[in-house]
């Protein structure tokens, strides 16, 4: 009876010992994210065919948004939907930046994703690049991603994109503010960034 007990609090002790770890750990990871730029070092392209990199994210405010050309709704109506709060709040375009970032680099090419948000808004900026560079930039900024074929006994066929349909806030040094949900009342869109323009 007594080895049952002493094996208990060991068993107690050390469930204690991993929960306070796993505490440590998910508070360090969070004042990283909050202490410095968010996502990863990256290289890509621009929709101009010129480098990119992390950089571009400070300097001003960032409004990105991850997506693909493909997209049947979400992605059309998001960049639609930028356009119209960046016009309202920034009508100069001299306080905040916004980007379109690809998670389909296998078909959007810089100057495909480049057509493709310039027939919305002169205000976006496209990005692209080799295949594994920016799904490892996207991996590194947290967004989901997933292919999907559109017929299942094809699974190498014409697919879509599943994504993270949120646009992502960064004040000027590129550190996260927060998030612009699919569909969120214009109003709160707005001044989410005319927040961010103040920070």
């Known amino acids: 009876?007594?080895?049952?007990?002493?094996?208990?609090?060991?068993?107690?002790a050390l469930v204690a010992a991993l929960l306070g770890w796993l505490t440590l750990?998910?508070?360090?990871?969070?004042?990283?994210?909050?202490?410095?730029?968010?996502?990863?070092?990256?290289t890509l392209v621009a929709q101009d065919g010129k480098p990119?990199?992390?950089?571009?994210?400070?300097?001003?405010?960032?409004?990105?948004?991850f997506g693909f050309t493909h997209c049947p709704e979400v992605c059309p109506t998001t960049l639609f939907e930028m356009n119209g709060w960046l016009t309202k709040v920034d009508p100069d375009g001299s306080k905040l930046q916004a980007y379109f970032v690809t998670v389909d680099p296998e078909r959007?090419?810089?100057?495909?994703?480049?057509?493709?948000?310039?027939?919305?808004?002169?205000?976006?900026?496209?990005?692209?690049?080799?295949?594994?560079?920016?799904?490892?930039?996207?991996?590194?900024?947290r967004v989901?991603?997933?292919?999907?074929?559109?017929?299942?006994?094809?699974?190498?066929?014409?697919?879509?994109?599943?994504?993270?349909?949120?646009?992502?806030?960064l004040d000027s040094t590129g550190r996260f503010v927060g998030t612009i949900a699919y569909g969120e009342n214009p109003d709160t869109a707005e001044q989410k960034l005319a927040n961010l323009i103040k920070r």
């Open 108 to 141: 959007d090419t810089p100057e495909l994703i480049g057509q493709y948000v310039s027939n919305v808004s002169k205000r976006i900026t496209g990005i692209s690049g080799p295949a594994d560079k920016v799904l490892e930039m996207v991996k590194g900024f």
């Open 52 to 65: 990119i990199t992390e950089k571009a994210f400070t300097g001003k405010p960032t409004v990105l948004f």
């Open 1 to 12: 009876m007594k080895t049952l007990r002493l094996v208990l609090w060991i068993a107690v």
């Open 25 to 42: 750990e998910a508070m360090r990871t969070k004042d990283e994210v909050a202490g410095g730029p968010f996502g990863v070092p990256f």
């Open 144 to 169: 989901y991603y997933r292919k999907v074929p559109l017929d299942e006994k094809k699974p190498d066929g014409d697919y879509t994109m599943d994504h993270t349909a949120s646009v992502f806030l």
